[in-house]
């Protein structure tokens, strides 16, 4: 106890604390800790560990040099590591059987990790089994498993109830909870849209993994298989390759809707001319962006309703919009100029979160350091994020004059659900510094502000705004007038 006391703590990545969820539970037997160097070169290699094992992916945890320092794996005394939550609440420790520098001051620890404190787990914690609270309620036989990594609509329903039928199996049905989908749902919602579709599919049972994707099919699948074997899957439905693992794939067949009495069969079975092929993400996110419904030949309507309040269509979704631009660029007169229109149509809810403002009430103390500029445009990030996800819109004017950081906003805009929309305000900086509205470029010339954008500091022409305005072309009605065309024409506004 005293060790455990004494040991360093650290919070993992969201990836390794997936990845520690599935190790704690015994989803990822025969693993039981973090692997070591040999290990990691050997599954990159051959796709086994050292002992020959098989095993597809490396699962490793990284830490810092200051928490590595106080671990010493030869130590008996200093050799545990314990892993927290977010919150700091311990979730396992690790005993550090190896510590390896990987990169710039980050040190791998390998090691075989046992839970300290009970499991916590959040939204939908009744479908977050282990393998065997899930072995125990599954019957006798054949058991289906299919990983749901995306909502279940009816041609993803028919060919799980076909493939099932066909084998006579138990449905297992795994929702990967580690994070987004593909397409940009949240965990919760995808599980919520499985959850719906569940009465159109025979008797299933339905579980909550923490497994991401790796970006690497071939691995990906094999994990996958790893560890709907170590569920108690007999079988899985899956397009890829054939895999080992004591688990037989299901190859799903292509499915069409047929016309004629409105089922979904082999798509070789219906007359060309009978039949509709599936509809795209794309057409689907198009519908829903419009607020259209998603037709029932294709979607339960229970399904359709969950994407439904998950993307509401674009006038009433939450907004982000960044101006970004050298100081004096206009960013802020734009803004206030579009918050000004917006507040007199009433039609949405509007927060500004403007350069100057932001820095005296939430980043108060700040300077301009590349790390005070990086964490200011983070807080203006986040709390723009929290007015999205309530389905507003945020107005946001401050310089950002880093790429990374501006694309870090897009991610925690996106993660929420809702749309972000960059605008470059990119008056030329000789105009900026003519206008010189805050007497900053002459105080910047004369040595007076340091690390001042567009003279001591660097700006980062964006590649990827979605509107550019040169207000040295523009009068500031126009420039008002283009963002304003722009949100109509994308439907956050209505004409
Ligand atoms: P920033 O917020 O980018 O630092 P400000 O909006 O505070 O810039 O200042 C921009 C200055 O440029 C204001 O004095 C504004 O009146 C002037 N200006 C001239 N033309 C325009 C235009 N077309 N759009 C926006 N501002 C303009």
Not at 8 to 22: F, G, N, Q, V, W
Not at 57 to 70: D, F
Not at 78 to 98: F, H, K, N, Q, S
Not at 460 to 486: G, Q, R
């Given at each position: 106890d005293g060790v455990l006391r004494d040991a360093p703590s650290y919070t993992p990545r969201p990836a390794e604390l997936a990845d520690l969820e599935l190790l704690l539970s015994g989803?990822?037997?025969?693993?039981?800790g973090f692997l070591a160097e040999d290990d990691v070169a050997s599954v990159l290699r051959r796709g086994a560990l050292v002992d020959g094992t098989a095993w597809p992916v490396p699962v490793t945890l990284a830490v810092p040099a200051e928490v590595a320092?106080?671990?010493?794996?030869?130590?008996a005394m200093r050799r545990l590591l314990i892993l927290t939550d977010p919150e700091g609440a311990p979730v396992a420790a690790v005993e550090a059987t190896e510590l390896s520098e990987v990169r710039g001051g980050w040190f791998r620890v390998a090691g075989p990790v046992r839970r300290v404190g009970a499991p916590e787990h959040g939204a939908f914690r009744s479908l977050r089994l282990d393998p065997a609270e899930t072995r125990e309620l599954l019957p006798e036989g054949r058991i289906l498993g299919v990983i749901a990594t995306r909502p279940l609509h009816r041609p993803q329903l028919a060919q799980i109830g076909n493939a099932a039928r066909t084998i006579g199996a138990h449905l297992l049905i795994f929702v990967p909870v580690a994070g987004p989908t593909p397409e940009g749902l949240a965990p919760e919602v995808l599980v919520r849209t499985v959850l719906a579709a569940?009465?159109?599919?025979?008797s299933a049972t339905v579980v909550a993994v923490p497994l991401a994707s790796r970006g690497d099919e071939v691995r990906d699948g094999l994990l996958r298989a790893r560890v709907a074997a170590n569920y108690g899957a007999t079988h899985l439905l899956s397009t890829g390759v054939a895999v080992g693992g004591g688990i037989r794939i299901v190859v799903p067949r292509d499915l069409a809707y047929d016309n004629r009495d409105g089922q979904w069969r082999?798509?070789?079975?219906?007359?060309p001319r009978r039949r509709r092929t599936a509809m795209s993400q794309g057409e689907i996110d198009d519908l829903l962006d419009r607020g259209s419904p998603l037709p029932e030949w294709h979607t339960p309507p229970a399904v359709a309703e969950e994407l439904r309040r998950a993307r509401p269509p674009r006038h009433n979704r939450g907004l982000v919009l960044l101006f970004t631009g050298l100081s004096g660029a206009g960013k802020s007169t734009i803004a206030r100029g579009v918050g000004d229109a917006l507040a007199e149509s009433g039609e949405r809810t509007v927060t500004t979160l403007d350069g100057d403002v932001v820095r005296r009430m939430l980043s108060a103390g700040l300077g301009f350091s590349a790390e005070d500029r990086d964490r200011n445009i983070r807080r203006i990030g986040f709390v723009a994020a929290e007015v999205a996800r309530h389905g507003g819109i945020a107005l946001c004017a401050p310089i950002a004059p880093y790429a990374r950081t501006r694309a870090e906003v897009r991610a925690m805009v996106r993660a929420v659900g809702g749309d972000f929309v960059l605008v470059h305000v990119a008056t030329p900086l000789e105009v900026c510094e003519e206008r010189d509205r805050k007497g900053l470029y002459a105080k910047a010339r004369a040595g007076q502000?340091?690390?001042?954008?567009g003279v001591t500091d660097p700006y980062e022409v964006p590649t990827d705004a979605d509107l550019t305005l040169d207000t040295s072309k523009l009068t500031v009605d126009e420039a008002v007038d283009t963002v304003l065309d722009h949100l109509v024409a994308g439907g956050w506004l209505d004409a």
């Amino acid at each position: 106890d005293g060790v455990l006391r004494d040991a360093p703590s650290y919070t993992p990545r969201p990836a390794e604390l997936a990845d520690l969820e599935l190790l704690l539970s015994g989803a990822y037997a025969p693993l039981t800790g973090f692997l070591a160097e040999d290990d990691v070169a050997s599954v990159l290699r051959r796709g086994a560990l050292v002992d020959g094992t098989a095993w597809p992916v490396p699962v490793t945890l990284a830490v810092p040099a200051e928490v590595a320092e106080r671990l010493d794996p030869g130590h008996a005394m200093r050799r545990l590591l314990i892993l927290t939550d977010p919150e700091g609440a311990p979730v396992a420790a690790v005993e550090a059987t190896e510590l390896s520098e990987v990169r710039g001051g980050w040190f791998r620890v390998a090691g075989p990790v046992r839970r300290v404190g009970a499991p916590e787990h959040g939204a939908f914690r009744s479908l977050r089994l282990d393998p065997a609270e899930t072995r125990e309620l599954l019957p006798e036989g054949r058991i289906l498993g299919v990983i749901a990594t995306r909502p279940l609509h009816r041609p993803q329903l028919a060919q799980i109830g076909n493939a099932a039928r066909t084998i006579g199996a138990h449905l297992l049905i795994f929702v990967p909870v580690a994070g987004p989908t593909p397409e940009g749902l949240a965990p919760e919602v995808l599980v919520r849209t499985v959850l719906a579709a569940r009465e159109r599919l025979p008797s299933a049972t339905v579980v909550a993994v923490p497994l991401a994707s790796r970006g690497d099919e071939v691995r990906d699948g094999l994990l996958r298989a790893r560890v709907a074997a170590n569920y108690g899957a007999t079988h899985l439905l899956s397009t890829g390759v054939a895999v080992g693992g004591g688990i037989r794939i299901v190859v799903p067949r292509d499915l069409a809707y047929d016309n004629r009495d409105g089922q979904w069969r082999p798509m070789d079975d219906i007359p060309p001319r009978r039949r509709r092929t599936a509809m795209s993400q794309g057409e689907i996110d198009d519908l829903l962006d419009r607020g259209s419904p998603l037709p029932e030949w294709h979607t339960p309507p229970a399904v359709a309703e969950e994407l439904r309040r998950a993307r509401p269509p674009r006038h009433n979704r939450g907004l982000v919009l960044l101006f970004t631009g050298l100081s004096g660029a206009g960013k802020s007169t734009i803004a206030r100029g579009v918050g000004d229109a917006l507040a007199e149509s009433g039609e949405r809810t509007v927060t500004t979160l403007d350069g100057d403002v932001v820095r005296r009430m939430l980043s108060a103390g700040l300077g301009f350091s590349a790390e005070d500029r990086d964490r200011n445009i983070r807080r203006i990030g986040f709390v723009a994020a929290e007015v999205a996800r309530h389905g507003g819109i945020a107005l946001c004017a401050p310089i950002a004059p880093y790429a990374r950081t501006r694309a870090e906003v897009r991610a925690m805009v996106r993660a929420v659900g809702g749309d972000f929309v960059l605008v470059h305000v990119a008056t030329p900086l000789e105009v900026c510094e003519e206008r010189d509205r805050k007497g900053l470029y002459a105080k910047a010339r004369a040595g007076q502000v340091p690390a001042f954008t567009g003279v001591t500091d660097p700006y980062e022409v964006p590649t990827d705004a979605d509107l550019t305005l040169d207000t040295s072309k523009l009068t500031v009605d126009e420039a008002v007038d283009t963002v304003l065309d722009h949100l109509v024409a994308g439907g956050w506004l209505d004409a």
